[in-house]
Protein backbone atom coordinates (compact mmCIF):
# COMPACT_ATOMS: atom_id res chain seq x y z
CA UNK A 1 0.00 0.00 0.00
CA UNK A 2 1.24 3.68 -0.57
CA UNK A 3 1.86 5.48 2.10
CA UNK A 4 1.95 9.26 1.73
CA UNK A 5 4.14 12.28 3.65
CA UNK A 6 4.33 15.97 3.09
CA UNK A 7 6.60 18.52 3.97
CA UNK A 8 7.25 21.99 2.95
CA UNK A 9 4.53 23.84 4.81
CA UNK A 10 5.65 26.76 7.58
CA UNK A 11 4.86 30.40 8.28
CA UNK A 12 5.06 32.66 5.24
CA UNK A 13 4.79 36.54 4.95
CA UNK A 14 2.12 37.61 2.22
CA UNK A 15 3.26 37.90 -1.21
CA UNK A 16 5.72 35.03 -0.56
CA UNK A 17 6.14 31.47 -1.45
CA UNK A 18 6.47 28.06 -0.77
CA UNK A 19 6.85 24.27 -2.21
CA UNK A 20 5.33 21.54 -0.48
CA UNK A 21 6.55 18.08 -1.26
CA UNK A 22 4.86 15.41 -1.06
CA UNK A 23 7.00 11.65 -0.79
CA UNK A 24 5.55 8.32 -1.42
CA UNK A 25 6.88 4.95 0.14
CA UNK A 26 5.67 0.68 -0.04
CA UNK A 27 4.78 1.53 -3.98
CA UNK A 28 5.09 3.96 -6.93
CA UNK A 29 2.70 6.40 -7.66
CA UNK A 30 2.55 5.62 -11.84
CA UNK A 31 -0.54 4.39 -11.44
CA UNK A 32 -2.33 6.83 -9.51
CA UNK A 33 -3.74 10.60 -10.19
CA UNK A 34 -2.63 12.87 -7.60
CA UNK A 35 -4.03 15.17 -6.04
CA UNK A 36 -3.66 18.36 -3.54
CA UNK A 37 -6.11 19.53 -1.25
CA UNK A 38 -6.23 22.10 1.98
CA UNK A 39 -8.72 22.38 4.81
CA UNK A 40 -8.53 25.54 6.86
CA UNK A 41 -10.39 25.46 10.51
CA UNK A 42 -14.15 25.11 10.51
CA UNK A 43 -14.07 24.46 6.89
CA UNK A 44 -14.56 21.73 4.09
CA UNK A 45 -11.43 20.14 2.60
CA UNK A 46 -11.18 21.17 -1.07
CA UNK A 47 -9.05 20.36 -4.14
CA UNK A 48 -6.74 23.02 -4.92
CA UNK A 49 -4.93 21.07 -7.88
CA UNK A 50 -4.58 17.59 -9.36
CA UNK A 51 -2.14 15.56 -11.90
CA UNK A 52 -2.73 13.00 -14.38
CA UNK A 53 -1.05 9.83 -15.12
CA UNK A 54 1.84 11.16 -17.62
CA UNK A 55 1.77 15.09 -15.88
CA UNK A 56 0.10 16.66 -18.60
CA UNK A 57 -3.65 16.65 -17.62
CA UNK A 58 -3.09 19.58 -14.71
CA UNK A 59 -6.15 21.28 -12.66
CA UNK A 60 -5.95 23.64 -10.40
CA UNK A 61 -8.55 25.36 -8.02
CA UNK A 62 -9.91 28.46 -11.02
CA UNK A 63 -10.23 31.09 -8.35
CA UNK A 64 -6.44 30.71 -7.39
CA UNK A 65 -5.65 32.63 -10.82
CA UNK A 66 -2.60 30.48 -11.51
CA UNK A 67 -1.06 30.66 -8.28
CA UNK A 68 -0.31 27.23 -7.46
CA UNK A 69 1.13 25.04 -9.86
CA UNK A 70 1.39 21.08 -9.48
CA UNK A 71 3.92 18.94 -10.77
CA UNK A 72 4.91 15.26 -10.30
CA UNK A 73 7.90 13.00 -10.82
CA UNK A 74 7.22 9.58 -11.46
CA UNK A 75 10.62 8.70 -11.56
CA UNK A 76 11.32 10.32 -7.41
CA UNK A 77 7.99 9.40 -6.50
CA UNK A 78 6.55 12.25 -5.25
CA UNK A 79 4.12 15.09 -6.12
CA UNK A 80 4.82 19.00 -5.67
CA UNK A 81 2.78 22.15 -4.89
CA UNK A 82 5.03 25.01 -5.90
CA UNK A 83 2.62 28.19 -4.32
CA UNK A 84 3.18 31.75 -5.44
CA UNK A 85 2.00 35.27 -4.27
CA UNK A 86 0.24 33.59 -0.71
CA UNK A 87 -2.58 35.28 0.78
CA UNK A 88 -3.44 34.98 4.44
CA UNK A 89 -6.66 33.13 2.86
CA UNK A 90 -4.53 30.48 1.55
CA UNK A 91 -3.39 29.13 5.32
CA UNK A 92 -4.74 25.26 5.71
CA UNK A 93 -3.36 22.47 6.21
CA UNK A 94 -2.34 21.11 3.40
CA UNK A 95 -2.77 17.29 2.32
CA UNK A 96 -1.39 14.89 -1.03
CA UNK A 97 -3.90 12.37 -1.95
CA UNK A 98 -3.62 9.30 -4.50
CA UNK A 99 -6.69 8.07 -6.50
CA UNK A 100 -7.03 5.05 -8.54
CA UNK A 101 -8.17 5.43 -11.83
CA UNK A 102 -9.04 2.66 -14.80
CA UNK A 103 -7.61 6.04 -17.12
CA UNK A 104 -5.57 4.40 -20.34
CA UNK A 105 -5.18 8.01 -21.90
CA UNK A 106 -2.81 9.55 -18.77
CA UNK A 107 -4.88 12.54 -19.13
CA UNK A 108 -7.55 12.72 -16.52
CA UNK A 109 -7.20 14.72 -13.37
CA UNK A 110 -9.67 14.35 -10.50
CA UNK A 111 -10.90 16.77 -8.02
CA UNK A 112 -13.44 15.33 -5.65
CA UNK A 113 -12.30 14.48 -2.29
CA UNK A 114 -14.12 11.45 -2.58
CA UNK A 115 -12.13 10.06 -5.84
CA UNK A 116 -9.33 9.83 -3.61
CA UNK A 117 -7.86 7.03 -1.63
CA UNK A 118 -4.45 7.98 -0.23
CA UNK A 119 -3.94 10.58 2.22
CA UNK A 120 -0.92 12.00 3.89
CA UNK A 121 -1.06 12.97 7.17
CA UNK A 122 -1.06 16.97 6.05
CA UNK A 123 1.52 19.67 6.41
CA UNK A 124 0.12 23.62 7.82
CA UNK A 125 1.01 26.74 5.85
CA UNK A 126 0.47 29.99 7.82
CA UNK A 127 0.32 33.05 5.89
CA UNK A 128 0.89 35.95 8.25
CA UNK A 129 2.65 39.24 8.69
Known amino acids: QVQLVESGGGLVEPGGSLRLSCAAS????????LGWFRQAPGKEREAVAS????????WSKPDLQGRFTISRDNVKNAVYLQMNRLLPGDSAVYYC??????????????????????WGQGTQVTVSS
Open 97 to 118: AAAETSDVTGSYFYTGVWEYQI
Open 26 to 33: GGSVRPYV
Open 51 to 58: VSLNGRGK
